[in-house]
């Protein structure tokens, strides 16, 4: 524990395709030969946890060490060198997490109910007369609007308010910043790569990092307690599938009658045949995006990017 204090360690993982291949960390010592690593992090390392091997470096001279700290450092490394996008970002089952929390559900219970506070809603939650995703009004205190909203008259920026959302919404709010504006979108991976990209912007680096953490944290909270998972059931096969195919086989055969005829030679009729399949396999897959209940668990896995 002494000799690790305030001694940063480089993890890289080969192939080192570019700059983030190598980032600087604060280690903590645990039990077992494997390396624990921040789930935000894999996607800079392009990791995954089917036995990735990573190679752990030990800067010893001080220059060496403040040099880690300073350029290396995870946490100093949140935005990709090459495009200035996040690259430290909440993916898989953390987007699955928000997503739930932040989805908007019609006729669930305690809908349309007044809360004198978020700690009220809160209560009504843990008594199971309110659902996470019902649309309810909520007194706030510190409310950042966001564009567009329409303030109620006489309101002052400061002032408590009664919002329009739902308890899984202020809960995804309070892992923000305080200063900064209220989110009133579903928490998708291209919403959740936006507001990552505006806190790199406004904020420290500290807190953009912490803001990371509070957002992985409730993003593995609400999956776990979302219980998303995947049956042969959830499966639905589109009642339209033999129509479209049958539809499709007609134009193909056309093509092959006009191969066999000698109309067009074989590179035409390949690329024919490729486009017709392409066009079926999208019209069948759109078809079945369409069949899918907005709760699916695959549409919502879908939905969110996850």
Avoid at 171 to 192: C, H, M, R, S
Wanted: aromatic content about 6%; overall charge negative.
């Amino acid at each position: 524990e002494e000799i690790i204090t305030e001694h940063p360690v480089l993890l890289n993982r080969a192939p080192t395709l570019h700059r983030l291949g190598i980032q600087a960390f604060e280690p903590q010592l645990v039990e077992g030969k494997a390396i624990q690593l921040h789930p935000l992090v894999c996607g800079a390392f392009n990791a995954d946890f089917d036995g990735d091997q990573m190679a752990v470096h030990l800067p010893l001279s001080p220059e060496a060490q403040a040099e880690a700290r300073i350029l290396m450092l995870s946490s100093n490394n949140i935005l990709k060198p090459s495009d200035g996008r996040p690259v430290t970002l909440p993916s898989q089952d953390m987007i699955i997490g928000l997503y739930h929390l932040t989805t908007k559900r019609v006729g669930s219970a305690g809908e349309g109910r007044v809360f004198s506070s978020v700690a009220e809603a809160i209560m009504a939650y843990d008594l199971r007369e309110l659902h996470l995703n019902s649309q309810v009004r909520i007194r706030l205190e510190g409310f950042v609007p966001y564009a567009g909203w329409e303030a109620p008259e006489g309101w002052e920026p400061g002032q408590p308010v009664i919002v329009q959302t739902s308890l899984g919404q202020v809960i995804f709010n309070q892992t923000l910043p305080e200063d900064y504006p209220w989110v009133e979108n579903v928490a998708d991976k291209g919403e959740l790569s936006t507001i990552v990209n505006d806190l790199a912007e406004r904020y420290p680096k500290v807190v953009t990092a912490a803001t990371l953490d509070n957002l992985k944290d409730a993003g593995f909270y609400w999956a776990t307690r979302s219980g998303v998972t995947v049956a042969i059931s959830d499966i639905e096969v589109p009642k339209d599938k033999p129509r479209i195919l049958a539809g499709y086989e007609t134009m193909a055969a056309k093509i092959q009658g006009q191969y066999d005829k000698g109309l067009i030679d074989d590179d035409e009729r390949r690329q024919e045949l490729i486009e017709i399949w392409n066009k079926a396999t999208n019209e069948i897959a759109q078809a079945m995006r369409d069949s899918l209940s907005p709760m699916n668990t695959i549409n919502r896995m879908v939905s969110s990017g996850a």
